[in-house]
């Protein structure tokens, strides 16, 4: 059984260092869903998903994750991150919270606060 830990640390690593659909290819379950404060509209599957990874990682730089705090319980986890990043030209910093359940050491569920 993976390290769920350890998991979550590598992908709050892939995304400081720009690795976004990299890190997502490695580390999401084939059935995974992802929601946006709970709109989870063509967020079903992990195909569907990586569009819209690439489609964020295409027009972003990230410069900066600060992790502010990791929950770890079972088969869930949870991290709150200050994140500084260029958007299609535009600098922005945004705090969010991102809520995980894992399947055979992959997220099968991401839920953005």
């Known amino acids: 059984m993976s390290n769920i830990r350890s998991n979550l640390e590598a ?58 705090k990791v929950l770890v319980d079972g088969d869930n986890s949870a991290y709150e991150a200050e994140m500084t990043f260029t958007y299609a030209g535009n600098k922005i910093t945004k705090t969010q919270w991102s809520i995980q359940q894992w399947k055979d050491g992959l997220i099968i569920k991401e839920e953005f606060y």
Do not use: P, W
């Not at 997502?24 to 819209?52: I, L, P």
């Open 11 to 68: 992908v709050l690593k892939g995304i400081q260092e720009n690795k976004i659909v990299e890190t997502f290819d490695k580390y999401y379950h084939d059935d995974v869903v992802m929601f946006e404060k709970g709109d989870s509209t063509n967020r079903v599957g992990k195909a569907q998903n990586r569009v819209a990874e690439q489609g964020f990682a295409s027009n972003a730089t990230i410069h900066e994750l600060k992790v502010l």
